[in-house]
């Protein structure tokens, strides 16, 4: 089933190189991915001391839950060098989890949808790109309103199909 949305990140060497490995990996280890986004380049969020990212969103199909989805992409961060040393800091790749069908998940070690989608143009302008009418299940409004009553003004630079 798709309706899976995960969002892709990489700002340490050869970024571009590494979303490509990463969408390997989860189609290899989680299922097929239906659709990407563009990929875009944005400015750090959070600890901004660091290289741009180079961002894209996926589509994918799994019949797992959402938390064996989470344990597969952590397999996937590791295996492909992430280090969780600090927070919003430089790494190889980082995989968020968006939207998980219409979901609404809270765990200790999961949020779904993740909590910050509405705040986020780097990750509302690759997501509208794929699913602009996808409803946000707790918001009840759509990828492309969330985008259109976004306040953020970080840039996030479109530069080409993956």
């Not at 986004?37 to 959070?46: C, E, H, I, N, R």
């Amino acid at each position: 089933m798709a309706g899976i949305y995960l969002l892709l990140g990489s700002n340490k060497g050869d970024k571009r190189q590494q979303l490509t490995v990463a969408i390997n990996r989860i189609e290899k280890n989680i299922g097929m991915v239906c659709s990407k986004s563009s990929l875009y380049v944005t400015k750090a969020w959070g600890n901004t001391n660091q290289p741009d990212f180079l961002d894209q969103v996926v589509e994918i199909e799994y019949s797992g839950t959402a938390g064996h989805l989470l344990d597969a992409i952590l397999c996937i961060e590791e295996d492909m060098g992430r280090i969780r040393d600090k927070k919003w800091g430089p790494r190889v790749i980082d995989i968020d989890i968006l939207f998980f069908h219409d979901l609404i998940f809270r765990s200790e070690k999961l949020i779904i949808p993740h909590p910050e989608i509405a705040n986020r143009r780097f990750t509302l302008e690759p997501l509208v790109e794929i699913a602009p009418h996808f409803i946000h299940p707790l918001l009840n409004k759509s990828n492309q309103f969330l985008l259109d009553a976004c306040s953020d003004t970080l840039e996030v630079k479109k530069i080409g199909e993956n």
